[in-house]
């Protein structure tokens, strides 16, 4: 099993920075691959970025491409979304996900992951 934790949300103004983080336990995650979901009130869950299986490839929608960047710390256990130029449309719950099974072509469907955390509250007001 394993446990994903995530931290770092907040309440910021538009044009702000913020860092959020996920920590992994519970097993090693060599070979999953791993990334960031967001939901929005009223709204599904939506991919955000994510590393592959591998980590030697990483993925952005396209709402988020140029101002997010995806990174980890592997000794740690550790993810980041490191999240530039935020806008009110960024407002959401942001999800930390892991999945053994994902492919290239699953990387951005929710149902592809087997793992997800509570999730951390990211505000941004205009």
């Known amino acids: 099993q394993v446990q994903l934790v995530e931290s770092g949300g907040g309440t910021v103004q538009a044009g702000d920075s913020l860092r959020v983080s996920c920590v992994a336990s519970g097993r090693t995650l060599s070979g999953y691959a791993m990334g960031w979901f967001r939901q929005a009130p009223g709204k599904e869950r939506e991919f955000v970025a994510a590393?592959?299986?591998?980590?030697?490839?990483?993925y952005y929608s396209d709402s988020v491409k140029g101002r997010f960047s995806i990174s980890r710390d592997t000794g740690k256990n550790t993810m980041y979304l490191q999240m530039n130029n935020l806008k009110p449309e960024d407002t959401a719950v942001y999800h930390c996900v892991a999945g053994r099974g994902v492919i290239t072509s699953s990387i951005t469907s929710r149902t592809a992951y087997d793992f997800w955390g509570q999730g951390t509250q990211v505000t941004v007001s205009s």
């Open positions: 590393f592959s299986r591998t980590g030697g490839y990483t």
